[in-house]
């Protein structure tokens, strides 16, 4: 069965500051990866997702996410973080039998 | 298109009632994930239903249950309720991609408090 780690659960950078959150996932065949962003009693929204074709996947509000096969990653990054990316973020692995599996979250803060 | 809408957004029960959620998914989307997400466990997968029937199902004992309308509208329900039943249940509507992937929209949730 498909599986997803977020090794980190917390992470705080300063505004304008790059970030890169970490995916690491577990999947035999070729994976179907998303990332969604929470904010504070929201529900999930999806900020990009890769199923082939081109590695590097953009998605909105500036993120982009790179898919290595070789280390079964799919790193989530932004250039400049702004105060308003300060939410938890999922890492997800779905599959053709419509079981997604999600990360723990990785809780964003920012510093002003 | 309007999004995923679930309905009541908050709840509060005793211990040993039942309680049922509603979502409404994304016109035109057949299935219909729901999702329990507490501190401790993060979020887990409860059951998914496509064109009214439960095609897949999590590990929660048999007092979770759902079901799923010919309009696509999904209900949940938690009969006799108990302390760690708290938490925010969230409701995923899907469309279904290339390969049968589900792409999963979800809704604000309901955070259901059980004292």
């Known amino acids: 069965a498909q599986s997803v780690t977020q090794p980190d659960i917390h992470i705080t950078v300063s505004e304008g500051a790059s970030l890169e959150l970490r995916c690491n996932y577990s999947?035999?065949?070729?994976?179907?990866l998303f990332w969604y962003v929470q904010s504070p009693g929201q529900g999930l929204q999806l900020l990009l997702k890769?199923?082939?074709?081109?590695?590097l996947v953009q998605g909105i509000k500036g993120f982009e996410a790179e898919f290595k096969r070789s280390q079964s990653s799919f790193n989530l990054r932004k250039p400049s973080v702004h105060w308003s990316d300060a939410a938890e973020y999922f890492c997800?692995?779905?599959?053709?039998?419509?079981?997604?599996?999600f990360g723990a979250g990785t809780r964003l803060t920012v510093k002003p | 298109k309007a999004g995923v809408t679930q309905t009541p957004r908050y709840l509060i029960k005793t211990r040993g009632q039942q309680v049922t959620l509603s979502c409404s998914p994304i016109?035109?989307?057949?299935?219909v994930s729901w999702y329990q997400q507490t501190p401790g466990q993060g979020l887990q997968f409860l059951f998914e239903?496509?064109?009214?029937?439960?095609?897949n199902k999590g590990n929660f004992p048999g007092r979770f249950s759902g079901r799923q309308f010919s309009n696509s509208r999904s209900e949940m329900n938690v009969s006799t309720l108990e302390l760690g039943d708290s938490a925010l249940y969230l409701c995923?509507?899907?469309?279904?991609?290339?390969?049968?992937?589900?792409?999963?929209?979800f809704g604000p949730g309901t955070r259901l408090t059980v004292l």
């Open positions: 995923a509507s899907s469309s279904i991609l290339a390969g049968g992937v589900n792409e999963q929209f």
């Open positions: 890769y199923f082939s074709g081109d590695t």
């Open positions: 239903y496509f064109s009214e029937t439960q095609r």
């Open positions: 999947y035999g065949a070729t994976p179907y």
């Open positions: 997800a692995v779905g599959s053709n039998n419509n079981d997604m599996r």
């Open positions: 016109s035109g989307h057949r299935s």
